[in-house]
């Protein structure tokens, strides 16, 4: 279908083709994320897909929210990935990751989580809904509250055990932004054991080179091989991780989470001191991943103790947690004017995931490189707040003509725009939605 998009129509039928992608992804329990390439539910694609629906469907939006925390562990956890529907030919299998007796009964889940955007979702669910809805979305940040603040201490305590301030990654899938080169030095230290029961299956609905590569993918296995053996038990997988990353794409979605779940607590009447106190021992701690030389904030290698170079946009999520002073985000805000930094050749699009003059960028590779929906929606978010709302409005519009103009694709390369990795990509779909419900109400 994203063939038959025309960039001229109007706007309102562009909106409908997003419903209409989203609604040819319902697979009733949950949205697929793409209609071909992950058929079971993923944390953070839930997230989304319910804030595009929201104003369209609020009762499938809930539904959808719903079926995410259903997968809670009993330890606060919320997985990444949500087997409702049984196997597929999707890989890891369910089985693969050897969670019985931590995962709900009837409900396999893999181990790790992903990045923690449900609150933030949710509250623009309410802020957004029109007066007649409101209601029922405060009854829902209700509902939900318990587990979602359940899920934050779960990052708060088990994933930053010393009380440092960041709370670390145990794998490059914790981070949504699986292959990306700041984890590069990271991941070669970690030696794979080939994993036996294991064999790749992301490569017969996309191209090989736009997904990870082998070197990637052994490690991304093996790494769950070391936790399955371990039981999954928190203490003793953050001990003995092969991988242990401060990030800070994950940390400013978490930072961005608990300023929006204290203000869902304050709207409910509810204590939010604890949610406070995350927040300012985060704002401290994030300061030391800033790196002056390069105008980045750079993820820390836990297990080396040294800095990971090619940020790329992981930086800018800092602007999307109001983690930035106002120097800094000029600085983040020089580089999309740089052509050696993001600024697209002309015919191109914001925002790559890479430099254009790292070493590591490959315009349509996966993380390394392409357009992503999500991280234009959350950069622009961020410039917007940091004063720069020129540049919110060309990444929006990018964003915007991309879906336009191709379809909904996982991601599209910066130089050109042509589109690469799923097709029938949902959250490109939904935060299409809301991208344009944000440049009507600039322009209304
Ligand atoms: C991608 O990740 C999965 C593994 O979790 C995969 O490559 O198979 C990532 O882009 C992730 O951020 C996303 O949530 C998921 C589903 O869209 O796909």
């Given at each position: 279908?994203?063939?038959?998009?025309?960039?001229?129509?109007?706007?309102?039928?562009?909106?409908?083709?997003?419903?209409?992608?989203?609604?040819?992804?319902?697979?009733?329990?949950?949205?697929?994320?793409?209609?071909r390439?992950?058929?079971?539910?993923?944390?953070?694609?839930?997230?989304?897909?319910?804030?595009?629906?929201?104003?369209?469907?609020?009762?499938?939006?809930?539904?959808?929210?719903?079926?995410?925390?259903?997968?809670?562990?009993?330890?606060?956890?919320?997985?990444?990935?949500?087997?409702?529907?049984?196997?597929?030919?999707?890989?890891?299998?369910?089985?693969?990751?050897?969670?019985?007796?931590?995962?709900?009964?009837?409900?396999?889940?893999?181990?790790?989580?992903?990045?923690?955007?449900?609150?933030?979702?949710?509250?623009?669910?309410?802020?957004?809904?029109?007066?007649?809805?409101?209601?029922?979305?405060?009854?829902?940040?209700?509902e939900t509250?318990?587990?979602?603040?359940?899920?934050?201490?779960?990052?708060?305590?088990?994933?930053?055990?010393?009380?440092?301030?960041?709370?670390?990654?145990?794998?490059?899938?914790?981070?949504?932004?699986d292959?990306?080169?700041?984890?590069?030095?990271?991941l070669?230290?970690?030696?794979?054991?080939?994993?036996?029961?294991?064999?790749?299956?992301?490569?017969?609905?996309?191209?090989?080179?736009?997904?990870?590569?082998?070197?990637?993918?052994?490690?991304?296995?093996?790494?769950?091989?070391?936790?399955?053996?371990?039981?999954?038990?928190?203490?003793?997988?953050?001990?003995?991780?092969?991988?242990?990353v401060?990030?800070?794409?994950?940390?400013?979605?978490?930072?961005?989470a608990?300023?929006?779940?204290?203000?869902?607590?304050?709207?409910?009447?509810?204590?939010?001191?604890?949610?406070?106190?995350?927040q300012d021992?985060?704002?401290?701690?994030?300061?030391?991943?800033?790196?002056?030389?390069?105008?980045?904030?750079?993820?820390?290698?836990?297990?080396?103790?040294?800095?990971?170079?090619?940020?790329?946009?992981?930086?800018f999520?800092?602007?999307?947690?109001?983690?930035?002073?106002?120097?800094?985000?000029?600085?983040?805000?020089?580089?999309?004017?740089?052509?050696?930094?993001?600024?697209?050749?002309?015919?191109?699009?914001?925002?790559?995931?890479?430099?254009?003059?790292?070493?590591?960028?490959?315009?349509?590779?996966?993380?390394?490189?392409?357009?992503?929906?999500?991280?234009?929606?959350?950069?622009?978010?961020?410039?917007?707040?940091?004063?720069?709302?020129?540049?919110?409005?060309?990444?929006?519009?990018?964003?915007?003509?991309?879906?336009e103009?191709?379809?909904?694709?996982?991601?599209?390369?910066?130089?050109?725009?042509?589109?690469?990795?799923?097709?029938?990509?949902?959250?490109?779909?939904?935060?299409?939605?809301?991208?344009?419900r944000?440049t009507?109400?600039?322009?209304?």
């Amino acid at each position: 279908m994203s063939a038959e998009i025309d960039p001229d129509v109007p706007s309102d039928d562009a909106a409908s083709r997003a419903l209409a992608q989203l609604r040819a992804n319902d697979l009733g329990a949950f949205v697929r994320p793409a209609e071909r390439q992950y058929p079971h539910q993923w944390n953070w694609d839930a997230a989304l897909i319910a804030l595009g629906l929201a104003p369209h469907d609020p009762d499938r939006a809930r539904h959808e929210v719903r079926a995410l925390l259903r997968g809670a562990w009993a330890d606060g956890m919320v997985p990444h990935i949500l087997y409702h529907l049984g196997p597929s030919d999707y890989r890891p299998a369910p089985s693969f990751w050897r969670t019985e007796g931590r995962h709900p009964a009837g409900l396999p889940t893999s181990g790790l989580s992903q990045p923690p955007i449900l609150a933030s979702c949710l509250l623009r669910m309410h802020d957004d809904a029109s007066e007649r809805d409101r209601p029922a979305w405060r009854a829902f940040l209700d509902e939900t509250f318990d587990a979602v603040l359940a899920w934050h201490r779960w990052w708060h305590r088990d994933r930053d055990p010393a009380q440092r301030g960041l709370v670390a990654l145990l794998h490059p899938w914790e981070s949504g932004t699986d292959d990306a080169p700041r984890f590069a030095d990271a991941l070669a230290r970690v030696e794979p054991r080939p994993v036996p029961d294991f064999e790749r299956a992301d490569r017969v609905h996309v191209a090989a080179a736009e997904r990870p590569s082998d070197d990637d993918y052994a490690r991304f296995v093996h790494l769950i091989g070391v936790y399955r053996e371990l039981a999954w038990r928190p203490k003793a997988i953050f001990a003995a991780a092969p991988f242990r990353v401060l990030d800070p794409f994950l940390n400013a979605i978490l930072q961005r989470a608990d300023a929006d779940l204290a203000r869902i607590a304050r709207l409910l009447g509810r204590p939010a001191d604890e949610l406070d106190a995350w927040q300012d021992a985060t704002r401290h701690a994030y300061a030391r991943l800033w790196n002056d030389e390069t105008g980045t904030f750079d993820a820390w290698d836990d297990r080396a103790g040294t800095r990971l170079g090619s940020s790329g946009i992981a930086s800018f999520a800092a602007l999307w947690g109001r983690l930035a002073d106002r120097r800094q985000a000029t600085r983040l805000h020089d580089a999309l004017d740089d052509p050696t930094g993001y600024a697209p050749p002309a015919g191109g699009a914001l925002l790559a995931t890479t430099r254009f003059d790292d070493p590591a960028f490959a315009p349509r590779r996966y993380w390394r490189g392409p357009v992503w929906i999500v991280t234009n929606w959350m950069a622009a978010d961020g410039f917007d707040a940091a004063g720069y709302p020129g540049a919110a409005a060309r990444l929006r519009r990018d964003a915007l003509e991309l879906t336009e103009r191709h379809g909904f694709w996982e991601h599209y390369d910066p130089r050109d725009g042509t589109p690469g990795g799923a097709s029938g990509f949902s959250w490109s779909a939904a935060l299409s939605l809301v991208l344009r419900r944000g440049t009507k109400a600039v322009t209304a």
